[in-house]
């Protein structure tokens, strides 16, 4: 079925450093791709999302790309902080409603 | 927008309780979802409502769990009798039906069951 399989963690940076994510997936057709964030204690936030390939999603200073041909939605930042530490969800939509998401990347940056 | 709000947002009870699981969607969003969270299974969707029907409850794992959504503003998830290891974080999203952010969903800050 339709699924992602992201990056295992957890992943620990210094502030400023680069961070990426990788995401892949696989789908009979054209899923929409999301990045979701979790705070530590809070419900999941959307962070960004693509809907078709090329799209690029961008928020906060994060970007992601959506690549058909390498069915890839990798999620970079170029200079992490400290209130970037979070749990992150790669995920994509399955029909008309259902989110199939990863099993979570933890990032911790310090400072 | 208050944004989707659940309650409580910690419950401690023993095995053979009743547990219930309160969500308000966002003012508006006609799509309800109900997931669970645990560190061994990630992310579960249990139910799905559409305009107060339940759509898909495929992922309800047992019949000792049920969940109602009687209008459009509350949902209720309810779990009798619990058990340990329905331990987990239960989260509530809702959906908008137009505009361009139907196809996401917006969390509540989930409730954190333990059951002992």
Same mark, same amino acid.
């Given at each position: 079925?339709? !699924?992602?399989?992201q990056?295992?963690?957890?992943?620990t940076? $210094?502030?400023e450093?680069?961070?990426?994510?990788n995401?892949?997936?696989?789908?009979?057709?054209?899923? $929409?791709?999301?990045?979701?964030?979790?705070y530590?204690?809070?419900?999941?936030?959307?962070?960004l999302?693509?809907?078709?390939?090329?799209?690029?999603?961008?928020?906060?200073?994060?970007?992601?790309t959506?690549?058909?041909?390498?069915?890839?939605?990798?999620?970079?930042?170029?200079?992490?902080?400290?209130?970037?530490?979070?749990?992150?969800?790669?995920?994509?939509?399955v029909?008309?409603?259902?989110? !199939?998401?990863?099993a979570?990347?933890?990032?911790?940056v310090r400072? | 927008?208050?944004?989707v709000i659940?309650?409580p947002?910690?419950?401690?009870?023993e095995?053979?309780?009743?547990?219930?699981?309160?969500?308000?969607p966002? !003012?508006?969003?006609? $799509?309800l979802?109900w997931?669970?969270?645990?560190m061994?299974?990630?992310?579960?969707?249990?139910?799905?409502f559409n305009n107060?029907? @339940?759509?898909?409850d495929s992922?309800m794992?047992?019949?000792?769990?049920s969940?109602?959504?009687?209008?459009? !503003?509350?949902?209720?998830l309810?779990i009798? @009798?619990?058990?340990?290891?329905?331990?987990a974080?239960?989260?509530c999203?809702?959906s908008?039906?137009?505009?361009?952010?139907t196809?996401?969903q917006?969390?509540? @800050?989930?409730?954190?069951?333990?059951?002992?």
């Amino acid at each position: 079925g339709d !699924s992602v399989t992201q990056m295992e963690g957890p992943v620990t940076l $210094s502030e400023e450093a680069f961070l990426t994510i990788n995401c892949t997936y696989t789908a009979t057709g054209y899923p $929409s791709l999301f990045w979701y964030v979790q705070y530590p204690g809070e419900g999941l936030q959307l962070l960004l999302k693509a809907t078709k390939a090329d799209d690029k999603g961008s928020n906060k200073g994060f970007e992601a790309t959506y690549r058909k041909e390498t069915t890839s939605f990798h999620l970079e930042k170029g200079s992490v902080q400290v209130s970037d530490s979070a749990v992150y969800f790669c995920a994509l939509r399955v029909g008309d409603y259902k989110l !199939s998401f990863g099993a979570g990347t933890t990032v911790t940056v310090r400072a | 927008d208050a944004g989707v709000i659940q309650s409580p947002r910690h419950e401690v009870t023993e095995m053979g309780q009743e547990v219930t699981l309160r969500c308000k969607p966002i !003012s508006g969003h006609n $799509s309800l979802f109900w997931y669970r969270q645990t560190m061994m299974r990630g992310l579960e969707l249990l139910i799905y409502f559409n305009n107060n029907v @339940p759509i898909d409850d495929s992922g309800m794992p047992e019949d000792r769990f049920s969940a109602k959504m009687p209008n459009a !503003s509350f949902s209720t998830l309810k779990i009798q @009798p619990s058990e340990p290891r329905d331990s987990a974080v239960y989260f509530c999203a809702s959906s908008p039906y137009r505009g361009r952010d139907t196809d996401t969903q917006y969390f509540g @800050p989930g409730t954190r069951l333990t059951v002992l």
